[in-house]
Structures are given as structure tokens and as C-alpha cells.
């Protein structure tokens, strides 16, 4: 199972490739959250601004954005990320499993 890691109370940027084109959708068509189980159901920790990496999404990388605000006030150690497309209202995983991520304090807190 992939990893990530988010740090804390860190503006944060992670890029997702899609390995495929996305032009036919816009940005607004992804959501990217972290929830504290696996489950879509489960706690939501935070959620990603969602951009594409190269503006027209061509390159099929998307782009992750979150600031201090939104990362300092995850109080869990740990989480599941997902990145969902929303079609007609259903949202369908393009990850064949959620990836674990690893909520890391400040460095200097470590």
C-alpha cells in the first residue's frame, strides 16, 4: 500500500498522476480527502483543494493543496486518502485502494 506523509501545521502540496488525460474534465470535477479509516463513511480529517498540476490537466497530474490552517488542526496520527471524480452526483475512487497517510508534528516537535 502507497504512503504519504502530511505535516502539520505545514502548507502542504502533493501531486496525484492519473496517468491519463483529463482534459475532458475540469478540476472541479476531483475532491481529495482524508478520512480516519479507509471507509468513505469514516471520520472526515481533511480535504485537499484540487487543482491540475499543468492548468488543463493534459499531463494527467493533479495538484493538492492545503494550508497550515487545514493541516494544523488534524489531531490524528494517521488517515486514508482517496481522490474521487463526481459524475452526476456518484463520486467513483480512482485509486484501487485508499493510501495510508502519516500525520507528522513539526520537525522540531519530533
Do not use: C, H
Request: glycine share 10%; proline share 1%.
Amino acid at each position: 500500500m502507497a504512503k504519504t506523509v502530511v505535516q502539520r501545521g505545514r502548507y502542504q502540496i502533493k501531486r496525484v498522476a492519473l496517468n491519463r488525460d483529463l482534459t475532458a474534465f475540469t478540476a472541479a470535477d476531483f475532491i481529495s480527502q482524508i478520512r480516519a479509516t479507509d471507509s468513505n463513511t469514516s471520520e472526515l480529517l481533511m480535504e485537499w483543494g484540487v487543482s491540475f498540476d499543468d492548468g488543463t490537466g493534459a499531463n494527467g497530474i493533479l495538484r493538492l493543496v492545503a494550508d497550515d490552517t487545514i493541516t494544523g488542526a488534524v489531531n490524528r496520527e494517521s488517515g486514508y486518502m482517496d481522490v474521487l471524480r463526481v459524475d452526476g452526483g456518484q463520486k467513483t475512487s480512482e485509486f484501487n485502494e485508499a493510501m495510508f497517510v502519516e500525520f507528522r508534528g513539526m520537525p522540531s516537535d519530533e
